[in-house]
C-alpha cells in the first residue's frame, strides 16, 4: 500500500513538472502558428486580459485584502506588465513572425542566463569559474542560434528582426525576474501578486491593441483563433502559472526551474508537427550550448563564502 502511495506520489510530480514548460511550449507554438491571423499586441492583450479574469476568479480575495499594498506598488506594477506582458508578449510575437517557433524557444530558454549577468552588472555577485564557463557556453549557443551558423548572409540584416525581438524578450523577462525580488514586493503572497501584474498587463496593452486595430476593433475571429486565444490565456498563462506554483510546492524553485529546460523539446516536437518546421543541426548545438551552460550555471558553490573586506 505504501509503495502504491509512493509511486503514485512521484507520478503526480512528475506529471506537474513536465505540465510547465508543456504549457509554456503552447505558448511558442501558438505565437507562430497566429501569426498572420492576429496582430502581436491584439494577441498579447487578449491573452493577458482573458487570463486575468480567470486568475481574479479565484483569487480576488486576495486582491481585495492586499489591495492597500498593491495600490502602494502601482508603479511598479505596471513596469512588471510592461515588462512580462507587452515585450514578452507582444514584441516576442512580433518575433514569431519573422523566425521560427524553435529558434523563439531556444532563445528565450537563454534567460536564466540573462538574470545571472544582470545580477553579477547591478549585484555585484561574484561568478566561479563553473558557472563562468556556463555562462560563456549559453551565450555562444544564442550567438549560433542568431547567426545560424552560416545559413544567412550577414550583410542581410532583414533575417535577424525576429530572432533579435525573442532575444529583446529574454532579456525583458530577466529584468522582470530580478523585479519581483525588489523589498518592495516581498510582503506581497504571488497569489496575490500574479493577477495584479497581469491586471497592469493589460492596461499597458490596451493602448497597443487599440493602435493597431483602430476603431473597428478584433471581435470577428473565427471560432478556432478564439479557442486558440482562450489556450493561450488559460493553459499558457493562468494554469502554466498554477504548475508552476505547484511544482515549487512539491519539489522545491531550483528542482522546478530544471524543468524549464524542456521548453525547446515541447516547442520543437509540436513545432515539427503542427507546423511543419525542421530541426537543424544549429538548433541541436544551440540546445547542447544553453543547457549544459544554464546547468552549470545554476550550480551551487560548495566553497564558504568571502567575507568583504
Not at 512528475?14 to 507562430?32: E, Q
Request: glycine share 8%; net charge positive; charged share 10%.
Amino acid at each position: 500500500m505504501h509503495a502504491s502511495l509512493a509511486i503514485n506520489s512521484r507520478l503526480k510530480t512528475l506529471v506537474v513538472l513536465h505540465a510547465i514548460p508543456l504549457s509554456f511550449s503552447t505558448n511558442v507554438v501558438l505565437g507562430r502558428a497566429l501569426n498572420t491571423s492576429v496582430e502581436p499586441a491584439t494577441l498579447a492583450f487578449y491573452r493577458w486580459f482573458i487570463a486575468a479574469l480567470l486568475l481574479v476568479v479565484f483569487t480576488g480575495h486576495l486582491l481585495w485584502k492586499y489591495r492597500k499594498e498593491l495600490l502602494a506598488v502601482y508603479d511598479l506594477l505596471l513596469l512588471l506588465g510592461f515588462l512580462g506582458m507587452f515585450v514578452c508578449g507582444a514584441v516576442f510575437y512580433a518575433g514569431l513572425r519573422q523566425t521560427e517557433a524553435i529558434n523563439g524557444a531556444l532563445i528565450y530558454m537563454s534567460s536564466p542566463v540573462m538574470i545571472i549577468l544582470f545580477e553579477v552588472m547591478f549585484r555585484g555577485q561574484r561568478l566561479s569559474l563553473l558557472k563562468i564557463g556556463g555562462v560563456t557556453a549559453a551565450i555562444f549557443g544564442v550567438a549560433i542560434i542568431l547567426f545560424g551558423g552560416g545559413r544567412y548572409n550577414l550583410t542581410d540584416f532583414q533575417w535577424r528582426i525576429g530572432d533579435l525581438y525573442c532575444l529583446a524578450a529574454a532579456i525583458s523577462w530577466a529584468i522582470y525576474s530580478i523585479i519581483l525580488k525588489t523589498d518592495r514586493l516581498s510582503n506581497l503572497p504571488t497569489l496575490a501578486l500574479f493577477p495584479a501584474i497581469a491586471i497592469a498587463g493589460s492596461f499597458v496593452l490596451f493602448p497597443f491593441y487599440i493602435l493597431e486595430d483602430g476603431p473597428a476593433l478584433s471581435f470577428d475571429f473565427s471560432v478556432n483563433i478564439w479557442l486558440a486565444i482562450f489556450t493561450l490565456a488559460s493553459f499558457s498563462s493562468a494554469l502554466a502559472f498554477g504548475f508552476y506554483q505547484k511544482g515549487v510546492e512539491l519539489v522545491g524553485a531550483s528542482t522546478t526551474s530544471l524543468y524549464l529546460y524542456l521548453l525547446p523539446v515541447y516547442s520543437t516536437v509540436f513545432a515539427t508537427l503542427l507546423l511543419g518546421e525542421t530541426l537543424s543541426v544549429v538548433h541541436v548545438a544551440g540546445f547542447v550550448l544553453i543547457a549544459g551552460g544554464l546547468y552549470f550555471s545554476t550550480q551551487q558553490s560548495h566553497q564558504p563564502p568571502q567575507k568583504s573586506a
